[in-house]
Nanobody, 121 residues
């Protein structure tokens, strides 16, 4: 069993900041990429940012320069610092991890339950 638990969502005014956190736990041998996706009502889930085990990062154009993704020292945690938030950032944010389960030779994608971020204008 592998679980991703997110925290840090909430309601914030336009221009404000929030930090999302996600911790992976369970029967994991290794975690490669970790990232954040979001899904607004009526829209498809989209990549926000991801970070590889080695530290390289990738951002959606819409958040580059405003959001920063990082991993904790334990490598099983990922954070998303969100600054200068806009109403269009309103969505459910999902944590993702690409991990190798214990006893398996196949990488799998795991998802958190999602955390709501609402930015008021």
């Amino acid at each position: 069993q592998v679980q991703l638990v997110e925290s840090g969502g909430g309601l914030v005014q336009s221009g404000g900041s929030l930090t999302l956190s996600c911790a992976a736990s369970g029967s994991i041998s290794l975690i490669n990429d970790m990232g954040w996706y979001r899904q607004a009502p009526g829209a498809a889930r989209e990549l926000v940012a991801k970070i590889a085990r080695g530290g390289s990062t990738r951002y959606a154009d819409s958040v580059r320069g405003r959001f920063t993704i990082s991993r904790g020292n334990a490598e099983n945690t990922v954070y998303l610092q969100m600054n200068s938030l806009k109403p269009e950032d309103t969505a459910v944010y999902y944590c993702n991890a690409r991990a190798l389960p214990v006893g398996s030779a196949s990488w799998r994608d795991y998802w958190g339950q999602g955390t709501q971020v609402t930015v008021s204008s």
